[in-house]
DNA sequence: AACCAGGGAAGAT
DNA sequence: ATCTTCCATGGT
């Protein structure tokens, strides 16, 4: 269990194998940060926390720690999961590069419209587009904005999108922001199963299996699912070559039967090791 | 089934 | 320096 000490605006955990502040931020599952000198900052609905990466230890330093040992799931035993999945022979490599990998908890709505955007784009962009959102429309806070809220983001006109890059994505955007507003019922997720979720998150448009699995990881924090892109495709081939090309859904539904409710640990221990070209 | 939609990073030449 | 590929989804 990941041991840490609070006060009343920061949190400090000492140097351990069960939390490292570049493999959390840099594994995909999160845009709104920047690199400082120090360490991060970090950004999250109408929450900002600046890490800072010492040789005795992480300081995060926030104006609402209980908020922040949640979002960083300080809580959760992840010496135990790891060892759990180490019993995997070709997850063991991935677990030593990505070793102090958490997953995050985001807000739902944040997560939806992100990995909105994020699909079949790249991070800078992704980025500058989740940026300029909120500058746009969110609040205005001590030195950033926040993420819109849910009103304020369906008084987005769809030509806003269009105007900030979002390509295609525009009438994604436009169209699910619409549709959360009303006849969507966002709090069924929390009682659904996974693979139900799922497939009732798809019917936003812009939102398939794959941004569907990365929203419930991410934004529900559901860890029996396994988002599946080209990274994951990689990996899976580099595992088990074959002459048989197999779909992103075959390799997901074959990752989640080997490892059920931590498949999304798994995910991401894959996936940050391949990124990083260590696997 | 196959292809295109808008954009820019990243790799290839 | 310029060309090509890549990316996840929905629509044709």
New binding site residues.
């Given amino acids: 269990m990941l041991k840490f000490t609070v006060s009343e605006n920061e949190i400090f955990i000492p140097t351990s194998n069960e939390f490292d502040a570049k493999q959390t931020l840099e594994c995909g599952q999160v845009f709104r940060f920047k690199t400082t000198p120090f360490g991060y900052e970090v950004y999250t609905l109408n929450h900002k926390a600046t890490i800072i990466c010492q040789k005795s230890g992480t300081k995060i330093v926030c104006d609402d720690v209980n908020y922040f040992i949640n979002y960083f799931d300080l809580l959760t035993d992840y010496a135990k999961i790891k060892q759990e999945l180490r019993k995997n022979d070709f997850l063991k490599k991935a677990i030593d590069v990505g070793y102090g990998i958490r997953i995050l908890r985001q807000d739902p709505i944040e997560t939806i419209i992100s990995f909105i955007i994020s699909?079949?784009?790249?991070?800078?962009?992704i980025k500058k587009i989740i940026e300029t959102i909120c500058s746009e429309y969110g609040e205005k806070l001590d030195g950033y904005n926040a993420f819109p809220t849910l009103e304020k983001l369906k008084t987005i006109p769809k030509q806003f999108f269009t105007d900030i890059?979002c390509?295609?994505?525009d009438d994604?955007l436009f169209s699910s922001i619409q549709k959360l507003c009303g006849g969507f019922d966002i709090e069924k997720i929390n009682k659904m199963p996974s693979n139900e979720a799922n497939k009732y998150l798809?019917e936003l448009?812009?939102?398939?299996?794959?941004?569907?699995d990365c929203i419930l990881l991410y934004g529900f924090h559901k860890t029996d699912v396994f988002p599946t892109?080209?990274w994951i495709k990689k990996v899976y081939n580099d595992f088990y070559p074959s002459n048989k090309t197999k779909s992103?859904i075959q390799i997901r539904n074959e990752f989640v039967g080997l490892f059920g409710d931590l498949s999304g640990f798994a995910q991401q221990y894959l996936f940050y090791s391949k990124r990083e070209n260590l696997i």
């Fill in positions: 699909q079949n784009n790249n991070i800078p962009r890059k390509g295609y994505r994604y798809t448009k812009g939102v398939g299996n794959k941004v569907a892109d080209t992103a």
